[in-house]
């Protein structure tokens, strides 16, 4: 009996690897996996999964829920009455969404190397706690100074959030799993961004109690919710699968040795090495770290673009209501989250990455002309759905496309932070998009902006897919080692286009 399921999980491992972008069997994995099953049952392996799923995915994606909520509503607080208390005219509106990123930007990198030392539980937990009390004093601001001050507070407490949970993400699933999971990641952010505009209109009704306008209320309790899961946090979260700190009530060791193997059976770097600052550094030598973060750049300067100002666009350009426009940025969201895991689960089935990326860009160009351009309101908020589905479903397909082609767990940090740096770079050009000056054009060069990034994100993609299968090709004759820069680099690593 035993001998039979052995027989299984090689032939199983075997037809994995000798899947579309893994055109070489690699040798000892097989006999590496029936030596090192650690006991398990296949049956015991799925439970364990399931098991992270719903302890690591769910924690870390409901406080990225409040975390693109705390991000960006203030669009929502700017149509109920924020502009108007605070005299938010010219570029002040634009400068309080600007100045958020720059210290999100500069306290990236930093952010990557401070959870190993750490520790995601305590890491993570402090900084959503810090900047849920930074948005609760963004309720009780007198002037657009304060706000934009306690904007780039923001800032600095946010920047360490998600390139950590993209980097913690990555240690604990193997190449073809993390894309479902970044997809299920993202798309409860999603839900986030679908239902603000509901609870920011019902917050808004709280408009005169404790001598408070309607637009405070949206900070304070959204802040309050924020602390709250932030605590929750310390004991929801769970550390890396090497470390030996332990996590509340979660897996036992001899399970974590388990998934350390099978991410190092996968890849190859399942162990981390000491810090070295120049090893750390040393990524930024390979060009493709950079296209993943211009890629990054691109996508999230159409969603930010989105974020702050599509309430604006549906009152300024559609002539809906103010109550009509929070509602109906729902729908949007709510269709993005569909497409969002339909894509992720296809890239992970497929085993492909590249493709998915166009195919969402595609949608952005086919939504951005009608979003712009059509005749009725009716017809460019349709538009509105393809934009928003193909730029949000875009930020777990590129996460997906770096965590599939990097190597070493350092690299993996470094491209991790500077992926989601280029991102920052993207909400500063997307929070300056759509400008209101353009409001009578109907947002019109915003427009061309965004096209302009969707056709270059095609043409990023299909560079590193050229040149992903020309060093396959090589791999595959034992010219190279592909990401070599690591001491226990395996030649039976592939790229996946």
Request: with cysteine; proline share 4%.
């Amino acid at each position: 009996m035993e001998k039979h399921q052995d027989d299984k999980e090689v032939a199983s491992l075997e037809a994995q690897v000798d899947a579309k972008h893994l055109d070489q069997v690699p040798s000892k994995l097989s006999s590496d996996l029936v030596d090192h099953d650690h006991g398990f049952t296949v049956e015991e392996q799925r439970s364990i999964i399931r098991r992270i799923d719903r302890r690591l995915v769910v924690t870390v994606g409901a406080m990225y829920c409040v975390s693109l909520m705390d991000r960006t509503n203030m669009s929502a607080a700017n149509i109920a009455g924020m502009g108007v208390e605070l005299v938010l005219t010219g570029f002040r509106y634009n400068i309080a969404n600007l100045v958020f990123f720059v210290p999100y930007i500069i306290f990236q990198p930093p952010s990557t190397v401070l959870i190993r030392k750490i520790g995601p539980r305590i890491h993570l937990a402090a900084i959503t706690l810090a900047w849920g009390a930074v948005m609760i004093g963004m309720g009780f601001v007198k002037n657009h100074g304060q706000l934009s001050a306690l904007r780039a507070i923001l800032g600095i407490c946010e920047a360490g959030f998600f390139p950590s949970c993209v980097y913690l993400l990555s240690t604990w699933y193997t190449r073809y799993e993390v894309g479902k999971r970044y997809s299920s990641f993202y798309m409860l952010g999603c839900c986030a961004s679908a239902f603000s505009g509901i609870l920011a209109y019902g917050l808004m009704q709280l408009n005169g109690r404790e001598g408070l306008t309607g637009w405070r209320w949206i900070f304070i309790i959204e802040g309050a919710l924020t602390m709250g899961l932030g605590i929750a946090g310390y004991w929801l979260l769970v550390d890396f699968p090497d470390s030996k700190r332990s996590s509340w009530s979660f897996l036992n060791q001899r399970e974590r040795d388990w998934v350390v193997h099978r991410i190092h059976v996968d890849r190859g770097d399942g162990h981390i090495p000491p810090f070295e600052l120049g090893k750390f550094l040393r990524g930024g030598a390979d060009w493709k770290i950079w296209a993943y973060a211009l890629l990054f750049f691109d996508t999230t300067t159409i969603t930010y673009a989105l974020a702050y100002t599509l309430p604006l666009i549906l009152v300024g350009s559609m002539g809906f209501t103010v109550g009509q426009a929070q509602c109906l940025v729902a729908p949007p969201y709510a269709f993005a989250g569909i497409v969002m895991f339909a894509t992720g689960w296809a890239g992970d089935k497929y085993q492909v990455r590249g493709p998915i990326i166009i195919f969402n860009m595609i949608l952005c160009l086919i939504g951005l002309p009608i979003m712009g351009w059509a005749p009725s309101a009716g017809a460019r908020y349709f538009g509105v759905f393809l934009v928003t589905a193909g730029a949000n479903s875009n930020i777990p397909a590129v996460m997906s496309f770096q965590a599939n082609n990097v190597r070493g767990q350092w690299k993996r940090a470094f491209c991790s932070a500077t992926m989601v740096g280029f991102g920052g770079v993207g909400g500063i050009a997307g929070s300056l998009v759509f400008r209101e000056e353009d409001k009578l054009t109907g947002y019109k060069p915003g427009m061309y902006a965004c096209i302009a990034c969707s056709l270059l994100s095609i043409i990023l993609v299909l560079l590193c897919d050229f040149e992903f299968k020309r060093k396959n090709t090589k791999a595959d004759k034992g010219e190279i080692v592909l990401e070599a820069h690591a001491d226990d680099a395996t030649p039976d690593f592939r790229y996946t286009y």
